[in-house]
């Protein structure tokens, strides 16, 4: 078996929870690995809908970017970006999102805008751009990230995007459609929400340890009862993997 590195790993595991006919908002970074591998695996008929209005996207080579000419080729059909979020997204037309954040608490809630106070913050990050609404009316949506202690607080310093709020009671009585997050894919394993919505560790990666992903978590990670192995990367996983990102721009930069 050959060898792997933490993003590819994190990459491959979360292109295997994409379904085959999903129609999937597709994310910057790793996210957009991720699909576009799945859609050369195991689900070519996923549909990938890009933010700048791309919609059945099937790019030759890997786009570098939500508004990368490569996009258009061979695409469904192409819109205004105020066409895909309210006819598609907020239409419930759209099955999977994918994010990533620089916080994930608990109960699957995302912080992509401030660390420290709002007002005063220590460091001023990026923000939403469509995760809020991908988080609030996706059926369902994934998180990618490494797993650092730092990225998961018990609480975000900021909601950018609601997953579970302080539970699933919460999300439901918000009146948002979509159903939350279901997995949070790390480089450690893979989260999932239980039955009120907190993050439980529920599949481990090869050579890591329930240990390493308590230590890596900043509240009291729970294990599932069942606590299962991922399996690891194939050969042609990885192969086509790296042929998606040869210069290595995603890849080397995760985390």
Known sequence: MDTFTAPELMTINAARMLRDGDVVFVGVGLPNLACNLARRTHAPNLVMIYESGVIGAQPARLPLSIGDPSLVSGALSVCSMYDIFAFYLQRGLISVGFMGGAQIDRFGNVNATVIGDYHKPKVRLPGSGGAMEIAAWADRWFIITPHQKRRFPEKVDFCTSAGFLSGRSQRTQSGVRGGGPQAVVTDLGILEPDETGELVLTQLHPGATAE????????????????????????????????????????????
């Open 212 to 255: 390493q992903a308590q230590q890596n978590t900043g509240w009291a990670l729970r294990t599932a009862p069942q606590l299962k192995n991922t399996d690891p990367p194939t050969v042609e996983e990885l192969a086509l993997l790296r042929d998606l990102d040869p210069q290595r721009i995603y890849l080397s930069s995760a985390g």
